[in-house]
């Protein structure tokens, strides 16, 4: 239900924007967040939007603080990550995940997935 794009290669202290549709679903009226999965490391969450009637409060893993936003276009139903200053260790598959029930202080991930998009950042 949840159609990423975005992502590629990029040197060191570059930007990337990752982009996340959901034909089926009225993306404001949802929390969704952008995890991401490195190479033999868990899943990680490093960022979270709140629903638009919930004011669109924004969540970020320290790591990334600072250097990657969250951002919702309630006209094209679509959310974002970009992500500037990348580091290395930003090297991941990132996904964009929602579901009904889902909110940024829920420890607990979604169950709605895009399908995932691979950032390699690299010099």
């Known amino acids: 239900q949840l159609v990423q794009s975005g992502g590629g290669l990029v040197q060191p202290g570059g930007s990337l924007r990752l982009s996340c549709e959901a034909p089926?679903?009225?993306?404001?009226?949802?929390?969704i967040a952008w995890f991401r999965q490195a190479p033999g490391k868990e899943r990680e969450r490093v960022s979270c939007l709140g629903t638009s009637y919930g004011g669109d409060s924004t969540y970020y893993e320290d790591s990334v603080k600072g250097r990657f936003t969250i951002s919702r276009d309630n006209a094209k139903n679509t959310v974002y990550l970009q992500m500037n200053s990348l580091k290395l260790e930003d090297t991941a598959v990132y996904y964009c995940g929602t579901d009904q029930y889902y909110y940024c202080s829920n420890p607990n991930p979604p169950t709605y997935w895009g399908q995932g998009t691979q950032v390699t950042v690299s010099s």
């Open positions: 089926e679903l009225r993306l404001e009226n949802y929390a």
